[in-house]
Nanobody, 129 residues
């Protein structure tokens, strides 16, 4: 079992920055995907960024060049550094993870993040114009 707890959300003005953190407990196994997705009021879930334990990071086009996903394995923490924030980035942000069978050809992509089996409670990000 994996527990995920997000923090770091808040309210900023357009152009500002925030860093989200996701502390993980439990084992994700040898191969895993961990990432962030968001959901704005009245809209569907949108995968934002993902780390593939074996293949690096991938971003949604909407955040590419502005957001950076990273992890600190010593602290079991996933981060999302968000710069040049826009009002359309306003949403609840969730951390999510899934184990992956090592022998599978599964590819971690941002659009799959909302479907991962482990997820946190979310942290609110509000960007004002």
């Amino acid at each position: 079992q994996v527990q995920l707890v997000e923090s770091g959300g808040g309210s900023v003005q357009s152009g500002g920055s925030l860093r989200l953190s996701c502390e993980a407990s439990g084992s994700t196994g040898r191969r895993y995907c961990m990432g962030w997705f968001r959901q704005a009021p009245g809209k569907g879930r949108e995968g934002v960024a993902v780390i593939d334990s074996d293949a690096g990071t991938t971003y949604a086009d909407s955040v590419k060049g502005r957001f950076t996903i990273s992890q600190d394995n010593a602290k079991n923490t996933l981060y999302l550094e968000m710069n040049s924030l826009k009002p359309e980035d306003t949403a609840m942000y969730y951390c999510a993870a899934t184990r992956v069978a090592y022998w599978s050809g599964y590819v971690c992509t941002p659009d799959r993040v909302p479907s991962y089996g482990y997820r946190g409670q979310g942290t609110q990000v509000t960007v004002s114009s």
